[in-house]
């Protein structure tokens, strides 16, 4: 069963502001939803985690309803670099180690065009 | 300095040979991982390793084993190298139970099986 839902692929131009939305309708009461990004040739780079409500940092902002079964990674005026692939993350505990697996699912592939 | 690192960058081997791919990381983490990302992109742990307990994905062949000599090093031993190995591979870490799900990623380590 997957544990977040993002779409495949999202187009934007530079200078906009993208939205990417993650479902994540099982999440558990403790878990915190984090979001990496990801370049070609790259490792993952966390980018922003929030627990509830708005979180912004220098590169996005993470805005969470009050029921917590959907996030929006918010990423202001894109630019070329920002081309990358976007993967929201919640917890995905291990009962036998005691300890939370980081499972990435397909993640978003965001193109920004000139 | 690079919190995370891996060698070699690159790895081109023919098939049947053994290998290995060594990780380092410099942050004091006490939890390291490795992930596969295959040609669709697609990245699947493999493991989660720390001083307790070693977690391993039920999918992943019992020809791929973790060698951690300490707390800092995580490497990847390879038996019997086959086609379908090629990927890249990644090693992270992370502090504590990872329910915060903050982890760095090293560059990753580009496997050819020929």
């Known amino acids: 069963l997957a544990k977040t839902t993002q779409p495949i692929s999202m187009d934007s131009y530079e200078g906009q502001e993208v939205n990417i939305t993650c479902s994540h309708n099982n999440i558990a009461t403790n878990d915190y939803i984090t979001w990496y990004q990801q370049f070609p040739s790259q490792g993952p780079r966390f980018i922003i985690q929030g627990y509830k409500t708005k979180v912004t940092n220098e590169v996005a902002s993470l805005f969470i309803p009050a029921d917590r079964k959907s996030s929006t990674l918010s990423l202001p005026r894109v630019s070329l670099s920002d081309t990358a692939v976007y993967y929201c993350l919640v917890g995905d505990y291990h009962s036998g180690a005691g300890s939370y697996q980081l499972t990435f699912g397909k993640g978003t592939k965001l193109s920004v065009i000139p | 300095d690079t919190a995370v690192s891996q060698t070699p960058k690159y790895l081109v081997t023919q098939m049947g040979n053994d290998k290995s791919i060594k990780c380092e990381q410099n942050?004091?983490?006490?939890?390291m991982y490795w992930y596969k990302q295959d040609s669709k992109k697609f990245l699947k742990i493999m493991f989660s390793y720390n001083n307790k307990e070693l977690i391993i994905n039920e999918t992943v062949p019992n020809r791929f084993s973790p060698k951690s000599p300490d707390k800092a090093h995580l490497n990847l031993h390879i038996n019997s190298l086959e086609l379908g190995d090629s990927a890249v591979y990644f090693c992270?870490?992370?502090?504590?139970?990872?329910?915060?799900?903050?982890?760095?990623f090293g560059q990753g380590t580009r496997l050819t099986v020929v």
């Open positions: 942050l004091g983490h006490d939890t």
């Open positions: 992270a870490s992370s502090q504590g139970d990872g329910r915060r799900l903050e982890a760095f």
